[in-house]
């Protein structure tokens, strides 16, 4: 079984793009170590993340996510066990929610996801499935969602 978490957490204000590209470097390097799949959004200063992989290789990385000083207010929204990975193809992988106002269906609906959950600071077992999943079929379909410069 697979291990699945979702956290949310508020960017410290001064992080620019250069500290979220170095942030998926250590990313994609460390995850591959140890077999832990999934990705990060960065939206309107909160970060979103999904992690999935064995259950005590996911906690131990919480907790170093924990302490880092780049983000603060760490919250869980959902957590569990699965029966196989989401994003299985990236080690990190990175979603940009485009700002252009031709949104397609999938990107209109992870749009309100985020915005629902900015509205409300604490939302455990909000239902991520379907947003995970949406995000997952961007990613498939276009590649790498990179942070604007
Ligand atoms: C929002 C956010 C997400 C992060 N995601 C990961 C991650 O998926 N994997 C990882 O190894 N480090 C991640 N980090 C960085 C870790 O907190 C830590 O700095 C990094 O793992 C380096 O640890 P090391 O010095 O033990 O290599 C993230 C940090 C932040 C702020």
Not at 3 to 29: G, H, N, W
Not at 118 to 131: A, E, G, H, I
Request: aromatic share 10%.
């Amino acid at each position: 079984m697979i291990f699945q978490i979702t956290y949310s957490s508020v960017a410290k204000p001064e992080l620019t793009i250069t500290d979220i590209e170095e942030i998926m470097a250590e990313a994609i390097e460390n995850n591959s170590a140890n077999d832990i799949t999934g990705c990060l959004i960065f939206n309107q200063g909160y970060f979103l993340q999904i992690l999935e992989g064995n259950k005590q290789n996911v906690m131990n990385l919480l907790d170093k996510i924990r302490l880092d000083d780049r983000h603060d207010h760490v919250i869980i929204l959902s957590e569990g066990l699965t029966d196989s990975r989401t994003f299985k193809e990236w080690a990190m992988s990175y979603y940009h929610n485009p700002s252009n106002t031709n949104l397609n269906k999938e990107e209109q609906a992870i749009k309100e996801t985020l915005i629902d959950l900015s509205n409300t600071s604490k939302k455990p077992n909000f239902p991520l499935k379907v947003f995970w999943y949406n995000v997952r079929n961007l990613l498939s379909e276009r590649g790498y969602y990179k942070p604007p410069r």
